[in-house]
């Protein structure tokens, strides 16, 4: 075989080469495209992205759950505060927003900065309003985005913020897309997750990734996973930066 290839002519050569290459990168591509299960989970929509199900998205009657009492003690939100890359001059995008549980603290630690807050839900941005208007913080800007397309200026982010809201993300590859086009080149993306792996954690399968499968997820996805801090009682503070 060694003695075979030697002699190839060099077209032939390049031609398998070539060919080789376009069946590597078409199985990459394949595994970027979405899955339809044969039936959908209790909490999931029956799509597939790199074999995990995606979660169903939190219904606006359901959020009074963001902002339970317990969560204070459950998920320790401080914790995650505290460890957000802020300045005083920070641009922050909180993803996937919910009722401003984060971004409106986070805007109160960059006052010279800006809080784009983003939410699917129009619901979900009038709390925030009135949430804000409140608290007197007049540096969170509202932004409706779109199921895979978060609204983002492009290489505008200093830190992009997603609590417990990736699972649900309907087109995660779009979505990420734009989220990597947001960030500056030294720009971060923090996300915090439900442990896939503990499963005395009581939420379903959908709601929780493993550490695991969420680096495999960004990497194909062109984020470059930086480093995970388990400070948390029951999820991953992941840190991903542009290759």
């Known amino acids: 075989m060694e003695t075979t290839m030697r002699y190839m002519p060099a077209a032939f050569t390049v031609a398998l080469l070539a060919f080789f290459l376009m069946g590597c990168e078409r199985e ?42 317990a969560r204070e003690i459950q998920e320790m939100p401080e914790r995650v505060l505290q460890a957000l890359p802020l300045t005083d001059s920070s641009i922050v995008a909180d993803i996937g927003a919910g009722t401003g549980y984060f971004a409106i603290r986070i805007a109160e630690r960059v006052p010279e900065g800006r809080v784009l807050a983003v939410d699917i ?3 979900m941005l009038d709390v925030i309003r009135e949430r804000a208007a409140a608290r007197d913080v007049e540096n969170v800007e509202l932004i409706l ?15 992009a913020l997603i609590v417990d809201a990736y699972h649900e993300f309907s087109h995660p590859r779009e979505m990420m897309d734009q989220i990597r086009k947001s960030l500056r080149p030294d720009g971060r993306l923090i996300l915090v997750v439900f442990r896939g792996e503990d499963d005395t954690i009581p939420l379903p399968a959908t709601r929780r990734i493993t550490e695991e499968q969420l680096k495999r997820e960004m990497n194909a996805l062109g984020l470059e996973w930086r480093e995970t801090r388990d400070m948390l009682p029951q999820q991953h503070y992941m840190v991903f930066g542009v290759e």
């Open 145 to 159: 985005g779109e199921i895979d397309d978060p609204k983002l200026p492009e290489a505008a982010i200093d830190v």
């Open 121 to 123: 839900q129009p619901e």
């Open 28 to 69: 990459s591509d394949d595994s970027l495209q979405y899955e339809v299960l044969p039936e959908a989970s209790e909490y999931g929509i029956g799509r597939a992205f790199m074999g995990r199900e995606i979660a169903r998205v939190y219904d606006p009657a359901e959020a009074e759950l963001l902002d339970r009492p």
